[in-house]
């Protein structure tokens, strides 16, 4: 079992940054690939970015290219995503999830943390 607790979220200004943190507990953080989703008020969960075990690689949706960093720290048993230049279609609830391997399709994570909202006003 990995627990994972995610951190960092809050309300920001249309432009502005937030960095999330996802903590990991339980079996080894760095046998896992790790993705960020999220979940708009009415909407799917979807796809934000993810990133392999050994950080060899990373993924985006196009929507956050340029904007958004994945990434990891697996002496600290944590990952992150760093955002910028935020605007108000990012908001919602942002999960982590780690997986054997990464994927773009939720229900490919064996392990999910509890969402921390990100609401970004314009």
């Known amino acids: 079992q990995v627990q994972l607790v995610e951190s960092g979220g809050g309300l920001v200004q249309a432009g502005g940054s937030l960095r999330l943190s996802c903590a990991a507990s339980?079996?080894?953080?760095?046998?896992?690939?790790m993705g960020w989703f999220r979940q708009a008020s009415g909407k799917e969960r979807e796809f934000v970015a993810a990133?392999?075990?050994?950080?060899?690689?990373?993924y985006y949706t196009d929507s956050v290219k340029g904007r958004f960093t994945i990434s990891r720290d697996n002496a600290r048993n944590t990952g992150y995503l760093q955002m910028s230049s935020l605007k108000p279609e990012d908001t919602a609830v942002y999960y982590c999830?780690?997986?054997?391997?990464?994927?773009?399709?939720?229900?490919?994570?064996?392990?999910w943390g509890q969402g921390t909202q990100v609401t970004v006003s314009s």
């Open positions: 339980g079996r080894t953080f760095s046998n896992y690939d």
């Open positions: 990133i392999t075990r050994s950080s060899g690689s990373t």
């Open positions: 999830a780690a997986g054997r391997s990464y994927s773009y399709i939720p229900s490919h994570y064996d392990y």
